[in-house]
């Protein structure tokens, strides 16, 4: 009888790259929920904008590399990129600013560097840093969070669509009446002239730990993030060495003067931090491999997100974080490339003899 | 006895694999009757080729020699039914990929008459060390781990060594495979008397038997003979079980706690392992007389309706074996000789069973689909490595054929387990990848070793070509300087002395 020959092992594989991105969006729904309840449909507007502008530029990439479109788009990679995108950015975003930042990442970042696996930068933070830098005014526009006792205009659905369209809010609307300064720009700018942390911790914006509304997306990250630890689509490294690299400096910071410095909870709370730490971080294309590196590299990025929100111009500094670790990966991967078994053995028998 | 122990060392990463031995093992070791035909390979080990020692037209019995072993690292094979020699010819062999191998095809005449023995037996007590490993060599025997590296050479070599622990392998950590786990609760007293041989042969007073955790009916067999041999250099070591536990240099590693180093041996941490089935094979042959002829295979896998374990002559086709089971289901894709993880697909089962042969899996082709995609370096891959490689690397650089850095990552120490392979979401063939490579390094290095003996032998050449040169001219400059120690005077007496000479000659 004749049978068809193959190379060992005979097994099924265990993991697929599209089921962990999969698994990856599905751990971003209840965020996604909370996010919507929270600051209005704006985000559902920024995922469709974005999704579209990635698979269509990888499409017309794949396109210009003489590959197959299916490929690339069956992977899911790209709708992550779009997906955490758009979490990124403001609820009220103009589509082309969403769509610059989707075709930067992935385009440039992602595509010239050779497509997936062999991109340096997380393509989401590569095109947001763009933008930031491109259309600051946009991305520092935060509408108010839906929480009861502030004063409080509910965005609506046209309204959502007015402004991404245009750019600018329907003309019965002003920019003040649905925006306040973002709790990170709040305490940037109080601490900047002069107030305690305490002071600016009383305005009623202020939530536990984060600022009200902004820190129940941080939690249903935290637990999303939970969720993939436990189906190990992601380890607990990078996350680990993020929350270290940034509460370290953070709780001493504040432990020597608590007036000019903000909580160590504050900045777990607010911002990207949870993004970050779970989604942003620990893409694996762009992050450390080794254990040992990946905290490192999760530490590296704690620290700097800390030293430029509390340092720097910027209100946050995930992305920028992010992007410079990426820069650090390989220098990581090289200087904690892990013992081979067997290798320490003939140093020492060398040395015996 | 000694109750089964479980101070162990560590492993790194390895997998929890499904065992998928519960069919094979439900039933006791059947006896596959002598076939037709038998074809028996003539080299079945890893070493120098063995040389026939047969005619083709002529009548062997069982247990006959008919190839003797070819050099240092060789070993003998023996006739496994009486019969005629009817052809020494290629056949597929399940060894060499795609390959044939010289084979000798012997007709069986049913009457399954053994060869009288030249030695009678007497205690293996009585036998000085080098004599004992005489003995075994002549037995034909191999390790039946599946490495066949010959077990006479093995312990020769370890015996010189300074040793602490023989380890018997009874771990078997793949999926589907069972047989030494049915030879452990079958013929427990034949492994634990092998034992105690190998232990004399080797002159150690300690052995562990390292079974894994999930057989519990073979620890219980073996500890149940234990007691009654009252023997206590023998312990049973209990390992985990994680693929590759079995693995010659990851067993040691979790028994003794103690890595074994690169490139090296596990002598060279005082240890030497042995396959249950190997200490079995022994026994038979140096207290029974009978070589090694035959072994439990393990006839298995989603394509055999009815799995077990069977005990074959060597030389039986797997057609034959397959067919004794009660034959394949339907749509049955691929013919696995070994187990999922290492085995050796082969494209037809004409292919016989030979001393390495410790599964024939049958598969549906239900398993392992999808298609290669890039890597997006999760790293799930050095988790899993039970070497601490950096799989994700290495096939970075296979890919770029960067042997220098190949070599600084460590392809050298793979040891093929497909670990890496399995867990990769991106269902890259690492594995296959990592053999080419190492293959093409091998290939490599001897194109080095030719080219440096090259160079050697032009650099002699020239050398010697230099040195006559350099000779010459001394001899000339001497010829001249001693012209010139003369003086003119001498050179006006030549000239004249030549003169007159061709004058007298005239």
Same mark, same amino acid.
């Given at each position: ?134 259309? %600051?005014? $946009? !991305?520092?526009?935060?509408? *108010?969070? @839906?929480?009861?006792?502030? &004063?409080?205009?509910?965005?609506? +659905? ?11 809010? %329907?003309? $019965? !609307?002003?920019?003040?009446? *649905?925006? @306040?300064?973002?709790?990170? &720009?709040?305490?940037?700018?109080? +601490? ?11 305005? %009623? ?149 | ?506």
């Amino acid at each position: 009888m004749e049978f068809v020959r193959r190379d060992a092992p005979f097994m099924a594989p265990t993991a697929s790259v599209p089921a962990i991105m999969r698994q990856v969006l599905y751990a971003l729904i209840p965020a996604a929920i909370v996010h919507v309840w929270f600051f209005g449909p704006g985000l559902i507007l920024n995922m469709l904008i974005a999704v579209t502008f990635c698979i269509g530029g990888e499409s017309a990439m794949m396109v210009a590399r003489g590959k197959s479109i299916g490929d690339a788009i069956g992977d899911f990679s790209a709708v992550v990129t779009a997906i955490i995108l758009a979490f990124a950015l403001p609820p009220l975003t103009p589509w082309w600013v969403t769509a610059t930042a989707a075709l930067f990442g992935i385009v440039v970042a992602k595509h010239l560097y050779g497509g997936l696996g062999f991109n340096i930068f997380n393509p989401a933070m590569a095109g947001y840093v763009v933008v930031l830098v491109a259309f %600051p005014t $946009y !991305l520092n526009f935060w509408t *108010v969070p @839906r929480i009861g006792d502030i &004063d409080y205009h509910y965005v609506d +659905l046209f309204e959502t669509l007015h402004y991404t369209l245009t750019g600018g809010l %329907p003309e $019965y !609307l002003t920019v003040d009446a *649905v925006s @306040r300064a973002s709790p990170l &720009d709040a305490v940037k700018s109080g +601490l900047s002239t002069m107030h305690t942390f305490a002071e600016i911790d009383a305005n %009623p914006m202020m939530g536990n730990f984060g600022g009200r509304g902004w820190e129940w997306i941080s939690n249903f990250i935290l637990l999303g993030g939970i969720w993939l630890m436990m189906k190990r689509i992601i380890r607990w490294h990078i996350p680990l060495g993020v929350f270290g690299g940034l509460l370290v400096p953070s709780i001493i910071m504040y432990a020597i003067e608590s007036g000019a410095n903000a909580s160590p909870g504050f900045y777990l709370f607010s911002g990207a931090t949870m993004l970050c730490a779970f989604f942003v971080a620990t893409d694996p294309v762009s992050a450390a491999t080794s254990p040992k590196g990946r905290l490192i590299y999760g530490a590296g990025i704690g620290f700097l997100i800390y030293a430029i929100r509390r340092w720097g111009s910027y209100a946050d500094g995930v992305a920028f974080a992010v992007i410079i670790m990426n820069m650090a990966a390989p220098a990581i991967d090289y200087i904690t490339k892990p013992r081979i078994v067997g290798h320490i053995w003939r140093e020492k028998s060398r040395t015996g003899e | 006895m000694s109750a089964p122990t479980f101070d162990l060392g560590n492993l790194h990463g390895g997998l929890r694999l499904p065992a998928r031995k519960d069919k094979s093992t439900a039933q006791a070791i059947q006896h596959v009757p002598v076939p037709q035909q038998l074809v028996i390979p003539i080299t079945q080990h890893v070493g120098n080729p063995a040389h026939p020692v047969v005619g083709i037209g002529e009548r062997v019995l069982k247990g006959q020699l008919i190839a003797e072993s070819g050099g240092p690292i060789s070993a003998p094979v023996h006739a496994s039914s009486s019969g005629k020699v009817v052809a020494i010819e290629p056949w597929p062999v399940s060894r060499r990929l795609g390959g044939n191998a010289p084979c000798i095809v012997i007709e069986c005449d049913g009457e399954d008459s053994a060869v009288e023995l030249s030695e009678a037996i007497v205690p293996f007590e009585t036998f000085e060390q080098d004599i004992l490993f005489q003995k075994i060599l002549q037995g034909g025997i191999v390790g039946l781990g599946g490495a066949v590296f010959p077990t006479a050479q093995k312990l020769m070599h370890a015996s010189i060594t300074p040793l602490e622990h023989l380890v018997l392998n009874g771990v078997e950590c793949e999926p589907y495979i069972s047989c030494d786990d049915m030879l452990m609760r079958e013929q427990a007293d034949e492994i634990l008397a092998g034992a105690q041989i190998l232990m004399h042969a080797l002159g150690v007073e300690h052995c562990f038997v390292a079974i894994e955790s999930d057989k519990p009916e073979a620890i219980h067999a073996i500890a149940e003979e234990m007691a009654k041999l009252q023997d206590d250099r023998i312990v049973i070591k209990q390992v985990p079980t994680i693929y590759p536990s079995g693995a010659e240099d990851q067993l040691v590693q979790l028994v003794t706690n103690k890595e074994v180093p690169s490139g090296g041996l596990p002598t060279d941490v005082g240890c030497v392992v042995q396959n249950v089935a190997t200490a079995a094979a022994v026994y038979r042959w140096i207290c029974k007389g009978e070589p090694l002829i035959s072994r439990v295979t393990t006839v298995t896998g989603d394509g055999i309706p009815a799995p077990m374990n069977v005990f074959a002559r060597i030389g039986t086709t797997a057609a034959d074996i397959v067919n004794f089971v009660g034959g394949y289901t339907e749509n049955v894709r691929h013919l696995v000789i070994g187990g999922l993880m290492t085995g050796k697909s082969v494209t037809n089962d004409r292919i016989p069973l030979v001393k390495a042969t410790n599964c024939i899996l049958v598969l549906t082709g239900a398993e392992r689909t999808g298609k290669e995609q890039p890597c997006i370096r999760c790293g799930d891959c050095a988790s899993a490595c039970p070497v601490q490689l950096l799989p994700q690397q290495l096939f970075w650089y296979a890919c770029a054929d960067n042997e220098a850095k190949l070599r600084s990552y460590g392809l050298m120490d793979c040891i093929e387990c497909g670990c890496c392979d399995l867990v990769c979401p991106s269902h890259i063939p690492l594995t296959a990848d990592f053999k080419m490579a190492k293959a093409r390094m091998r290939e490599l290095e001897d194109e080095v070793a030719r080219a440096e003996r090259a160079r050697d032998r032009y650099v002699a050449h020239t050398e010697r070509l230099e040195k006559e040169q350099l000779l010459r001219e001394q001899q000339l400059d001497a010829q001249k300087q001693a012209a010139r120690d003369a003086g003119p005077r001498a050179i006006a007496d030549i000239i004249e002395r030549s003169n007159k000479g061709d004058a007298d000659g005239e």
